[in-house]
């Protein structure tokens, strides 16, 4: 069992550099307004501002970032993710029988 | 839920395509066995299973429950078995708090007849059979060593004897309705099974 959240993701090292379509944009007025909801991103090719995900604690562990939706591309990208999991799960599933999957009664 | 183009519309003021119906029908293409659940609130249940999921979350059982009234949580129960057969029933999820502040020692034993012996999904925390306490974090993958409530143990040994009956997996279930006795309280029946679960208040009179 996997907890699969493609709302939000953890900002590697060069996914806003490759994809800033990926991430959900700020403004300089939307900083001004909720600066604890934004966090600047420094790029090559310019920096961006990024929308924090929901949750504030995890704010503290990692910078988690707001996905972007509305482009087809980035509901792909999360889609290959799911895709990987569900055949890691069935790899593990037909290495370890029950084990590796929740017990259902 | 939070992408689901609604949501995500009051979250960000703008509005994305179906996200859900796309990614369940393309995993589940290629890997049928995959199964969908969503940790459902504010009343998405419904939407996130008509939009592919196999079981959403029933926190409303849950909160009914905890709240120990019976007639929200018997009217819960009269829901469309297309509905609750597609419930994740649980008392205990990650996010809850610790089990002492949930339900005292009695009604946890009614509340737990109650949910696991309604249809749906039902769905188990660890360590809920020995009654452990502490909250562990899922990203720790461990915890502290803790006694096994003998007690409850023994009670959920039962209940899961009970749940291996053919009549609580296979059979077909149903709310009831008795003519008297529990003030006309409604109780659930599997096809041969009765289901009575109730908690006597201090003052003497039934609530859960």
Same mark, same amino acid.
Do not use: C
């Given at each position: 069992m996997l907890d699969f959240v493609p709302h939000h993701m953890g900002l590697g090292p060069s996914r806003a550099q490759d994809h800033p379509e990926y991430f959900i944009q700020g403004s300089e007025l939307d900083m001004a307004r909720a600066p604890q909801n934004y966090t600047w991103v420094h790029r090559k090719r310019g920096d961006l501002l990024l929308a924090y995900g929901p949750r504030p604690l995890l704010r503290r562990l990692a910078r988690y970032v707001?996905?972007?939706?509305? /482009?087809? &591309?980035?509901?792909?990208?999360?889609? %290959?993710?799911?895709?990987?999991? &569900?055949?890691?799960?069935?790899?593990?599933?037909?290495?370890h029988g029950d084990a590796g999957a929740a017990r259902c009664l | 839920m939070l992408v689901l183009p609604d949501v995500f519309e009051r979250t960000w003021g703008q509005r994305a395509p179906l996200f859900w119906p796309r990614a369940v029908k393309q995993v589940r293409d290629l890997f049928p066995e995959f199964l969908f659940m969503a940790? &459902? #609130? *504010? @009343?998405?249940? *419904?939407?996130? /299973? /008509?939009? %592919?999921?196999? #079981?959403? #979350? @029933?926190?409303?059982? #849950? @909160?009914?429950?905890?709240? /120990?009234?019976?007639r929200p949580v018997r009217e819960h129960l009269h829901a469309g078995l297309d509905y609750q057969d597609r419930l994740a029933r649980f008392l205990e999820i990650m996010t809850s708090p610790a089990p002492r502040r949930r339900f005292p020692p009695k009604v946890h034993r009614a509340a737990a007849?109650?949910?696991?012996?309604?249809? %749906?999904l039902r769905f188990f925390h660890q360590g809920q059979f020995v009654g452990r306490q502490k909250r562990i974090s899922p990203h720790l993958v461990r915890g502290p060593a803790e006694p096994v409530d003998a007690d409850l143990n023994r009670f959920y040994d039962q209940l899961l004897e009970i749940l291996r009956e053919a009549a609580f997996r296979n059979g077909a279930w149903a709310a009831t309705r008795m003519c008297s006795g529990l003030a006309g309280q409604s109780l659930v029946r599997w096809i041969s099974r009765l289901v009575v679960a109730g908690a006597r208040t201090a003052g003497g009179s039934w609530s859960l």
């Open positions: 707001a996905t972007q939706l509305r /482009q087809s &591309a980035t509901q792909e990208v999360m889609i %290959g993710e799911l895709t990987r999991i &569900a055949e890691a799960m069935r790899r593990r599933s037909l290495r | 940790e &459902a #609130y *504010w @009343d998405l249940e *419904w939407t996130l /299973q /008509q939009q %592919g999921f196999n #079981y959403t #979350y @029933d926190k409303r059982l #849950y @909160d009914r429950l905890r709240e /120990q009234h019976a007849v109650i949910t696991f012996l309604s249809p %749906g």
